[in-house]
């Protein structure tokens, strides 16, 4: 099926329809001193306001920035806009930097971390509002593991182009939808092969991890690390759903219409775990509500399928009434080793990769794939590097090492239509991945381990120095006077828009959440 479809791709599609995908990067990175804990400052103005600004925002934490890049069809153009990003960031912080890692830096419990804050407007409240829910539930730790958010569209051409070699007879926005889904699938059937390759939280801080039990063991007084970890930030220390039985939300991938109703339902559906919070305690709101999730963007995992919001729109509604436009993969940890976080190979291979999870075969995920999908994220995150690691597939045991030769095997046909050939950078940056397969102490979160050992120094102390280095090359590179002057209009603008807003009458507070989740 994989073969034929390529061949097909490859009679029936120009170049600019198979190089025509938009890719745009969320990235989160905390805010430290120099000290490297975390900055107790409030956003800063020079940034713009994080409510309104397109591009500079901050996620769970007022020290915790996000940079968003437009959507480009150019992997170049996503670097430069990110960078422009970056260097405007950093030549506007005042005796701070950024950390340079997934796993945050030293945490002193909930109180250390400072939720964002949005303004008096009811959407500012409600951004700082759901976080605190956020907090409540789960821990504010947890909520400052920074990540790197690729989202990938393919160009619109490319739909109707499949849908006739397909012979279909579907109204488009429905086709296009039904194969966003199944590459959604594959990329959680597959998506292991992340953390192996990106991976760059194999060690943490002691004071993220705290008092609770957990399986990593101590590199020394102030570490604790998994020694063929790829990715903390996945394992069962980090970002994951370990909770969904608890809680009682298993989303449905199988088709737009299960995953919409999934989602739906949990966000309507009352949970007396939640309830015992409370929703506003002492005239303060505490949470936006005491259902299963406050909003969809609380189910935590590593592919959503998107459509982007009109104002204040609820997702599941923007996906029921417009389809899917993209998905985000969620399951890149910061590159401690490159400024930006991300770099052109890492780009490139995911674009094959979104080629090869949508071209690929991929059936209805039943419960028994699913508990191994997350059964080999997990561990993959923690013992990926293990010469011996073995991932289940099919209920069979099946080497990672055997498994991933297979799907690189497979991409390389993926590499060479993106290419027009056998020698291009979609080849090329697959060639690098298998030499990570063959070689695993070239991957990133190897590379963090022997750098750790090699200079004596725990997780702290290498994540410090690092951002340091990163902190200085970005003061250092050349002025970029039309960037600049771009960026600092957009600032402007945006604490303008937030002015306006905040102007605007307010309803009461509770009264808007009720009309915000009567959307249907």
Known sequence: MLERRIRQCEEALDREVLQGGRTGIEKESLRVSPAGTLAETPHPRAFG???????????????????????????????????????????????????????????????????????????????????????????????????VHFNFSFAPELWPALRALEGSDEPLQAYRSRRYMDLTRNLQRYGWLVPYLFGAS??????????VLHRLQEFNENTLYDPWATSLRLGDIGYTNKREHEVGIRADYNSLEGYIETLSCAISTPSPEWERIGVVVNGRWEQLNANILQIENEYYTTVRPKQPLQGLEKPVRALRLRGVDYVELRSVDVNAFDPLGINETQLRFLQAFMWYGLLKDSPPITDAEHAENDRNLIETAHHGRHPEFRLLRSGKEVPLRVWAAEILDEMQAVCA????????????????????????????????????????????????????????????????????????????????????????????????????????
């Open 49 to 147: 306001s994080a409510l309104t600004h397109p591009h500079l925002t901050t996620d769970y934490s007022e020290a915790m920035l996000e940079f968003i890049t437009d959507p480009h069809a150019s992997v170049t153009a996503v670097l430069d806009q990110l960078q422009a990003l970056h260097r405007f960031v950093h030549a506007r912080l005042e005796d701070e930097m950024l950390w340079c890692t997934s796993m945050p830096c030293v945490l002193h419990g909930d109180d250390s971390i400072p939720i964002a804050r949005y303004g008096e407007s009811n959407p500012g409240m409600m951004k700082t509002v759901y976080r605190r829910g956020l907090g409540h539930r789960y821990g504010r730790p947890m909520q400052v593991i920074s990540g």
């Open 202 to 211: 194999p060690a943490v801080c002691k004071s993220f991890v705290g008092p």
């Open 417 to 520: 239509l993106l290419d027009g050939g056998s020698d291009g950078p979609w080849c090329q940056a697959l060639a690098e991945q298998r030499a990570l397969l063959a070689t695993p102490e070239a991957t990133p979160s190897a590379r963090m381990l022997e750098r750790m050992h090699a200079d004596g120094m725990g997780f702290f102390h290498f994540a410090q120095a690092r951002s340091r280095e990163h902190h200085e090359y970005f003061c250092n590179l050349p002025p970029d006077s039309e960037s600049e002057a771009i960026l600092e209009a957009e600032a402007r603008a945006s604490l303008e828009a937030q002015a306006r807003l905040e102007a605007e009458p307010q309803r009461p507070f509770g009264e808007f959440l009720q009309g915000y989740f009567a959307q249907e």
